[in-house]
């Protein structure tokens, strides 16, 4: 699992740990990390003797960062320049290394560079970029590298113009081929469009791990724990005690999505799947392994419930439900049923003891929230989920899943194929067979998403992708995954 931390919490680790070292250590350990890779980017491209480097240097340590990092590639024979953008604020100790080592100022942006180190700003920024700056962020994509290509962007710390503790971009802002942080990741570079902005995130180890006790701001699953989260059968399973999921979901208007959810429910570990409603005649002729009946009531055991997914808002879909939730089972709401709880008809039903799990798109959290999730994504998931008492997965590039208790992951698996007619049924069926495997909900939401967005990118390669893709490529996904 990764974490990354709010900028309020790096700086008090910082100050915790400045009390114990020289002055200016951790920015010789960031600035020799970031030279290090930027060395690196530059052998891969034709060598680091003689490439043109061009520093953009604000007027924080960030800046200060990047004139240390670039002494040390002019010593290793790089011709480095430095554009400052407030030249009465740059941070002089940095700039007197860069010139004692060869390097020198430019006033104006050069033509030509074969590596630009954004150190405009770094985790001091405060709203979005300030416009000498925009304009600067602006004139990069016209710089051309010695193979006659853009110009690769290594971003210090955070790419400069993205909101660092949300993942918001308000303005003009660095696309960087590679960030380069320090000490801990911060939420920019897992969340939001900024995350899409730093392209290949570095750490810098600065020696921060042991000082920084705040709980993370976010966390994001790794392979590794989705494997061993996963529920597989053991020597004495059988299929009731694997889970059985029942899927409320579909209707004579969208068959389809009861299809599509038990596809995903079938790609999940559960041992059975319950299908109740008017498309059980279809789901049975699709899927004959699925036991179906028309009405939640009608239907057999269960240990979980998804309800939603194609569902309608009529009277039908009001008293299905009223059933799922009147149950004291695990409860996945999606689409329709999240609609259905707007105006708060079944607001009794929310402070449930067993887990509630909510997957809105933007337009369904819009609906029960009030208001649309808005710049910080994080936070609104965050809200969303003590409101209703329900583990919500708001979907998106990075979907975020939040707890009532206040711990949000981002999925870093997520893909823009994924915005297709159905996608989300998939999801809902799959989630729902984790939740009545017994995996903890905010477990079942991460590995779904983290599964799901796997198998948008699979199903990718051969093309362009629908729903059913996207289910058949859970299986393959999870051979891999699971080896
Ligand atoms: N504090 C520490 O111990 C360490 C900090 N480090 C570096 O220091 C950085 C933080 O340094 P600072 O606190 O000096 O802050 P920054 O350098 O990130 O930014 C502050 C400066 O940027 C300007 N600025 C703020 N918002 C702006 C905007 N929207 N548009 C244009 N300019 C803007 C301000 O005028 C201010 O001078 C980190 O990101 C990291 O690169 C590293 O050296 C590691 C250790």
Redesign the pocket.
Known sequence: MRQAFRVAD??AA??T??VTLPDGT??Q???AGLARRCALLLTDSGGVYGARVLLLV?????????LYAGALLAKRGAQVRALL??PE?VHLAGLAALRQAGGFTVVDLPTRADLVLD????????????P???ALVRALGGLRARNGERAPVVA???P??VSVDTGDVPGDAVTADVTVT??CRKPAHVVGPAAARCGQVELVD?GLGPVLVADPAVRVAEAADIAAWWPVPGTTSDKYTRGVVGLATGSARYPGAALLSTSGALAGPTGMVRYAGSAHREVVRAHPSVVAAPKVAATGRVQAWVCGSGLGTDDGARTELRSVLATALPVLLDADAITLLVGGEHAEHLRRDAPLVLTPHDGEFTRLAGEAPGADRMAAAARLAVWTNAVVLLKGDRTIVATPGGETWANPTGSAVLATAGSGDVLAGLLGSLLAAGLPPVRAAVAAAYVHGLAGRRAALDGPVTAPDVAAAVRPVLAELLG
């Open positions: 790096v700086r910082e100050k740990l400045m951790l920015m350990r960031a600035a604000g007027s924080g340590d960030n800046g200060g960062d990047t953008l407030q604020r150190g405009i700003v770094g985790i001091g920024a405060s709203g979005g970029l300030r000498p700056a925009a210090v710390d955070v400069s113009g320090f000490g600065i």
